[in-house]
């Protein structure tokens, strides 16, 4: 599908890895109508036959059967942010009489992707029409009685990019063969959600900062207070996320306003280990109005939405991802350790084995020994001999890799897509005590494009929300797509009920610890295995503390 584009920039590969977080993942167009009577017929994403009526705080809605699921898409948590820019949202405005909740809601103004073509045919054309009305969610429930576990996803794309409109990101299937409740998240992005004002802009916007996690926050008490009417437990909500979305699940592990919100969590090749700086954060708003030619954050306020995205693409040193504002979140929420809010919340973190093969500009074409001797000497920071040691390792342990598979492997173990969710399960197994931390590695690689894409960041994503015929494109057509769908959508399940991944399809999965750091594979043959690669773990932590400060 076409994706619209903003002042003809694209986003290129340092703007999308910008935040804490990398890009991954990425609504139709569907607003608030006042009156007692609401249709939103606008954009894509109906489903079904007419649903029950379900009572929420602001207003009865109702959605549609789709098989055995009833799925409830638009449902606003928020209320409009137009006319309130940069701030905290208020709560939805209450309707009276019925909202159709057919359709998915609109997507945050947001900047293109560059993710490959083949994760790319997931978004929908509607996500090019975000809006400041963004701040809705979609439910889909077996039934709107029982008592169901929760689990609540947050998107990927940084935190500048995508929606949960995206077509893998359906709920349908994972709810409906496994009996719980699926909510996804929309909520504002980039400079509309992750502008730090508060040293900026007064009093009156000591709270804008970290506004997009805020509406993150605000959707999960949606949650603890509606979800029951929609056959939901919610005292047993797990959130989970991707990429940008891993990173906002680590955030919220980390912010006083979200805890007791949430009982499990589950970060899928995205962390937030650190945050970004209050004083970084503040330098980039005050370049970012330089380049808008403002001196105000109310001049801001009235510019066109356009406007202000034309100016973040052209912004150097703007940094758009959670900031440490010692309020919302008093610190990074893995630094210097675990988070004590979230202490007592069983956690699962992984990555696939190929992150960085995600990006648009990937090829897949081969090369040799000095280009492989090249790439990692550059993205290391090492001298000669560190490199060719560190490939020799890799290459010894690898015998039938080519030069490019080395260069992908290793160029994932150096990046923050692997450093960032290993810290994270370190930090939290140091903490030790309260609740468990489950560490898993993604190596199934898909077969599309003559395999050149290997395990590339997002493929794991359908195998989890049991989307595999809805993703050809990423995963192919093959048999063996099911038994490991089954496989990984079976261990977030449980692990959403009771905190623990294991059923009987995987072998014994043990919580990871420092000694033994117990890894779960998933492949078509899923292996449990103690410290992985721990060889090239530990050389790799040898050159980087010996390395020369740049």
């Known amino acids: 599908m076409k994706t619209r584009k903003v002042a003809s920039h694209e986003m290129d590969r340092r703007s999308f890895l910008g935040g804490s977080v990398f890009g991954g993942s990425l609504l139709t167009a569907a607003g608030l109508i006042s009156g007692s009577s609401f249709s939103l017929a606008r954009g894509a994403g109906k489903t079904g036959s007419a649903g029950p009526a379900v009572e929420t705080?602001?207003?009865?809605?109702?959605?549609?059967?789709?098989?055995?699921?009833i799925a409830f898409k638009g449902v606003p948590y928020g209320a409009t942010t137009e006319g309130?820019?940069?701030?905290?949202?208020?709560?939805?405005?209450?309707?009276?009489?019925?909202?159709?909740?057919?359709?998915?809601?609109?997507?945050?103004?947001?900047?293109?992707?560059?993710?490959?073509?083949?994760?790319?045919?997931?978004?929908?054309?509607?996500?090019?029409?975000?809006?400041?009305?963004?701040?809705?969610?979609?439910?889909?429930?077996?039934?709107?009685?029982?008592?169901?576990p929760v689990m609540v996803w947050f998107h990927g794309g940084g935190y500048s990019a995508g929606s949960a409109n995206w077509k893998m990101y359906d709920g349908t299937n994972l709810a409906g063969k496994h009996d719980v409740v699926v909510v996804t998240v929309n909520h504002?992005?980039?400079?509309?959600?992750?502008?730090?004002?508060?040293?900026?802009?007064?009093?009156?916007?000591?709270?804008?900062?970290?506004?997009?996690?805020?509406?993150c926050i605000q959707a999960l008490e949606w949650v603890r207070d509606n979800i029951a009417n929609f056959g939901g437990?919610?005292?047993?909500?797990?959130?989970?996320?991707?990429?940008?979305?891993?990173?906002?699940?680590?955030?919220?592990?980390?912010?006083?306003?979200?805890?007791?919100?949430?009982?499990?969590?589950?970060?899928?090749?995205?962390?937030?280990?650190?945050?970004?700086?209050?004083?970084?954060?503040?330098?980039?708003?005050?370049?970012?109005?330089?380049?808008?030619?403002?001196?105000?954050v109310e001049e801001m306020q009235k510019l066109p939405i356009a406007d202000l995205l034309k100016a973040m693409r052209a912004t150097r040193g703007l940094n758009l991802?959670?900031?440490?504002?010692?309020?919302?979140?008093?610190?990074?929420?893995?630094?210097p350790g675990s988070s004590p809010f979230s202490a007592n919340v069983p956690f699962?973190?992984?990555?696939?084995?190929?992150?960085?093969?995600?990006?648009?500009?990937?090829?897949?074409?081969?090369?040799?020994?000095?280009?492989?001797?090249?790439?990692?000497?550059?993205?290391?920071?090492?001298?000669?001999?560190?490199?060719?040691?560190?490939?020799?390792?890799?290459?010894?342990?690898?015998?039938?890799?080519?030069?490019?598979?080395?260069?992908?492997?290793?160029?994932?173990?150096?990046s923050n897509f692997r450093t960032g969710t290993d810290a994270e399960a370190e930090r939290r197994a140091m903490a030790g005590g309260q609740a468990p931390v489950y560490k898993y590695y993604f190596q199934w690689y898909s077969p599309v494009r003559g395999g050149v894409l290997r395990s590339f960041h997002t493929l794991?994503?359908?195998?989890?929300?049991?989307?595999?015929?809805?993703?050809?494109?990423?995963?192919?057509?093959?048999?063996?797509?099911?038994?490991?769908?089954?496989?990984?959508s079976d261990a977030w399940v449980a692990f959403a009920r009771t905190g623990n991944p294991n059923h009987k399809l995987i072998p014994k999965w043990e919580p990871f610890n420092l000694e033994q750091r117990a890894t779960m594979i998933f492949n078509n043959e899923c292996k449990a295995v103690n410290d992985p690669w721990k060889e090239e773990r530990l050389l790799r932590q040898s050159l980087k503390a010996n390395q020369a400060p740049a």
Request: hydrophobic content about 35%; charged content about 20%; some cysteine.
């Open 348 to 414: 699962m973190v992984g990555s696939t084995e190929t992150e960085i093969t995600w990006n648009a500009n990937f090829k897949g074409e081969e090369i040799d020994e000095a280009a492989l001797h090249q790439r990692i000497k550059d993205s290391a920071k090492l001298d000669d001999a560190a490199t060719n040691q560190l490939i020799a390792l890799y290459r010894k342990n690898r015998p039938k890799a080519s030069p490019l598979d080395l260069a992908l492997i290793i160029g994932t173990d150096i």
């Open 57 to 69: 705080t602001s207003g009865k809605v109702r959605g549609a059967v789709s098989g055995k699921i």
């Open 84 to 148: 309130a820019r940069f701030l905290p949202a208020s709560k939805p405005q209450p309707w009276s009489g019925m909202r159709d909740a057919l359709e998915l809601g609109p997507a945050s103004p947001e900047i293109p992707s560059t993710l490959i073509p083949e994760s790319m045919a997931q978004q929908p054309a509607g996500d090019a029409n975000g809006t400041e009305d963004c701040l809705h969610l979609n439910v889909w429930t077996p039934s709107h009685s029982g008592k169901r």
């Open 321 to 335: 991802s959670p900031v440490v504002d010692g309020k919302t979140l008093p610190s990074g929420p893995f630094d």
């Open 233 to 296: 437990d919610p005292k047993n909500v797990t959130i989970f996320g991707q990429s940008g979305g891993g990173g906002k699940v680590s955030t919220l592990m980390g912010m006083p306003g979200a805890k007791g919100l949430f009982h499990r969590a589950i970060a899928q090749s995205g962390s937030n280990v650190m945050g970004q700086s209050r004083e970084r954060a503040t330098a980039g708003a005050r370049a970012y109005m330089a380049t808008l030619g403002v001196k105000t």
């Open 460 to 488: 794991d994503i359908p195998f989890v929300f049991e989307n595999i015929d809805i993703t050809i494109s990423m995963n192919g057509s093959g048999p063996e797509r099911q038994p490991l769908a089954d496989k990984m």
């Open 188 to 215: 504002r992005l980039n400079v509309f959600g992750y502008l730090h004002l508060a040293d900026i802009g007064g009093e009156k916007f000591a709270n804008a900062s970290n506004v997009g996690m805020l509406d």
